[in-house]
């Protein structure tokens, strides 16, 4: 694993007041620009990698866990350590393996994963941090200490957008109309202190070298770096924007002048590690030229997280089981206790990837993984913390119930079913477990109101 030294800096330090960090928020444009704007130009560079929010370049290593690089490990840790205004350190850095573990239906290259699973996964699940969930590139066990789970749960996101030009990505939240329209976009949101995440086959682009523009000064940190100026289109790699630089140049047409089309450049962070071959420093220079034809489907995914976010009912769950993907649950709230529970119910609760509801792929996003919750053939215990708050806003009825499926021939064993309210500081908890289903579904009731 090819990990640097975290950075630390002394100079931030944590601000309670709402109010001053407002003031904060609004002084932090200047800090990233590497030069002075005026009120209505965006600055000519910007770089929140070299910022005290931004973790270091990782090496995923021989996974294909890149769409939980770019979107949890970069985009997410650094808004959140933006926002919370703390400096970068395993503590406050997300876990990819998190996430990725539970969905990649224990494959190293999941067939079923799509960037969307990423941003639904810590709109319901939140993430582990690293000191919690360490990435040791073992794609197969689970997180099963519900403590982590818990945890992790003040950092449910409340959900992502993306843009997109010309219509050309499908649902988007909006379209420009030309290619400087959505490179402009794309500045102006990482002036304003947004990693951005995109996914381009970088890994097949041409490169060249940056030149040194004799008409600036500003170019000359970066001459020779390695720059993207031809990428290839595609799903198949996933990266992180953290910024640009409009005095970058690399001489496309070889005339040794520097015309306008040749000039700037996107920054993006990829995680092949700081010695990756065409990087600089695990870095990309995607020039702009290259970067509206290299992104796919020209779509750009912004993340959209909480302030502060605390969880106010909680449920807890631990199962014994040797197929973990024969496993299907939810949670739900009922008027009466005994199934069959009126038909369409809203008030469930599906864990993304664990749930009754197909995902985005359109298939199970825990299939092939007949193994136990720690990735072993050996039965094993699982606990996990939910986050059922938002069910219980919209609920209705004097029950929670659990309704689990076991459609393995191996035993599944409830050993453990709580509802845990932190606000009023009261848990109801399952007296009659434990129990086991084999090739079968059950449910489980608590009731709630006396
Ligand atoms: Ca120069
Ligand atoms: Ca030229």
Redesign the pocket.
């Known amino acids: 694993m090819t990990m640097r030294p975290f950075f630390v800096s002394g100079l931030i330090t944590f601000l309670k007041s709402p109010r001053i960090l407002l003031l904060a928020g609004l002084c932090v444009s200047a800090f990233y620009a590497g030069d002075c704007r005026t009120r209505d130009q965006l600055p000519h560079s910007v770089d929140l990698s070299n910022t005290p929010f931004f973790p270091p370049v990782m090496d995923q290593g021989e996974i294909g866990s890149c769409d939980w690089f770019a979107v949890v490990y970069y985009q997410m840790t650094f808004l959140y350590n933006r926002q919370y205004q703390r400096p970068v350190a395993p503590e406050n850095t997300f876990s990819p393996q998190f996430g990725y573990n539970i969905l990649n239906n224990a494959g190293s290259f999941p067939y079923n994963i799509r960037v969307d699973d990423v941003y639904k996964f810590v709109e319901r699940h939140g993430c582990a941090v690293l000191t919690e969930s360490p990435y040791d590139r073992n794609y197969l066990p689970w997180c099963t200490d519900a403590a982590v789970w818990r945890n992790a749960l003040q950092y449910r996101t409340a959900g992502y957008s993306f843009f997109t030009f010309r219509d050309e990505s499908p649902g988007a939240d909006d379209s420009f109309g030309s290619e400087e329209a959505f490179l402009h976009e794309m500045k102006s949101l990482l002036s304003a202190g947004e990693v951005l995440v995109i996914q381009s086959e970088t890994f097949a682009g041409f490169f060249s070298r940056i030149a040194d523009d004799p008409a600036t000064g500003e170019d000359d940190p970066f001459i020779g770096e390695s720059i993207l100026i031809k990428g290839k289109n595609g799903p198949e790699h996933t990266v992180a924007v953290v910024g640009y630089n409009d005095h970058v140049w690399a ?9 306008a089309a ?1 000039k700037g450049a996107l920054k993006i962070a990829d995680s092949i590690g700081p010695d990756a071959p065409d990087h600089n420093r695990g870095f990309l220079w995607m020039a702009y030229s290259a970067a509206g034809p290299s992104i796919f489907q020209h779509r750009v995914n912004r993340m959209i997280i909480r302030d502060r976010y605390v969880p106010r009912i909680l449920a807890k769950l631990t199962l014994n089981a040797q197929e973990r993907d024969k496993i299907r649950f939810q949670f739900g709230r009922s008027p009466k206790a005994e199934p069959p529970l009126p038909a369409g119910l809203k008030s469930v609760f599906d864990p993304y990837g664990l749930g009754y509801e197909p995902c985005t792929a359109g298939v199970s996003l825990i299939a092939g993984g007949d193994l136990s919750f720690g990735g072993g053939k050996e039965p094993g215990d699982g606990s996990f913390t939910f986050d059922l708050t938002d069910l219980d806003a919209d609920g209705s009825g004097d029950y929670w119930y659990f309704r689990i499926t076991n459609s393995g021939e191996k035993p599944v064993i409830i050993r453990e079913f709580e509802i845990l309210d932190t606000e009023e500081g009261f848990i109801i908890a399952d007296q009659g477990l434990p129990f086991t289903l084999v090739q079968q579904e059950v449910y489980r009731s608590l009731k709630l109101r006396e």
């Open positions: 001489d496309l047409n070889r005339d040794g002048v520097a015309q040749e």
